[in-house]
């Protein structure tokens, strides 16, 4: 029979895991944060060896850490998703109406150009970075496990439940939400991308209230054509 294990030897092992997970993760930040830099510093075709020289460590740290480059670039798309969701949180409090909420029986159009121009921020804000995530390398996972794919249904998870109250508050079904949410994601995405590949790009703002007009108004409103247009 095993003798029972001293709680005071206990404490003091659980008190070193815990320090020493807290070590791994402090340290798996900085070098995410230092892959980060490299990335904007040498372009979205970064190499290893140059994030380890911007981290001032060797490729066996990192890949110590992560497991190899698909384990630092979902940390990369982690801390991206992260800024996306904190833009876009701050951009649809902006855009509510003061109470912390966020509605779209009031201005919806202000709405949905804070959600738009969000997302734009970020990919004028750290082009090359948004270029390393969206050119992900092949990676071995199910679709459902894509990062990228998982960036969009975050920001889906926020617009869902805007919409769903619309469309509660119209006294209509509510199964339209999460359609439109990822609808305006795959919108936004897609013409994101486009935008920036352009050379000739129109300034941010432009872009961005021209897609609110169609996001909020549809084909025949933003081209005027009926009772409810923009003009």
Same mark, same amino acid.
């Not at 894509?146 to 617009?159: K, N, W």
């Given at each position: 029979?095993?003798?029972?294990? #001293?709680?005071?030897?206990? !404490? ?94 009031? #201005? ?17 804000? #750290? ?42 508050? !119209? ?9 439109? !949410? ?10 994101? #991308? ?38």
């Amino acid at each position: 029979m095993t003798p029972p294990q #001293d709680p005071r030897v206990a !404490a003091r092992v659980d008190g070193r895991d815990a320090r020493w997970t807290e070590h791994r993760e402090q340290r798996r930040r900085e070098l995410t944060d230092a892959a980060l830099r490299a990335i904007r510093k040498h372009g979205a075709t970064v190499g290893m060896d140059e994030i380890a020289a911007e981290a001032g460590t060797s490729k066996t740290v990192i890949y110590r850490h992560f497991g190899d480059r698909l384990g630092l670039y979902l940390a990369v798309c982690a801390s991206v998703d992260s800024n996306v969701l904190g833009d876009l949180q701050q951009a649809l409090t902006h855009a509510g109406d003061g109470s912390g909420t966020t509605a779209l029986a009031g #201005d919806s159009r202000a709405v949905v150009e804070a959600v738009i121009d969000s997302y734009f921020v970020q990919v004028e804000r #750290d082009p090359e970075v948004y270029r390393f995530v969206v050119r992900r390398p092949a990676l071995n996972v199910s679709p459902e496990d894509d990062p990228v794919i998982g960036i969009s249904d975050t920001i889906a998870d926020v617009l869902q439940p805007i919409f769903a109250e619309a469309l509660r508050t !119209a006294g209509r079904p509510t199964s339209a939400a999460r359609i439109w !949410a990822h609808g305006l994601i795959g919108f936004v995405r897609e013409s994101a #991308d486009r935008w920036l590949a352009d050379p000739d790009r129109p300034p941010r703002p432009v872009v961005v209230r021209h897609m609110a007009d169609f996001a909020t108004y549809g084909l025949t409103g933003a081209l005027g054509l009926d009772k409810n247009s923009p003009r």
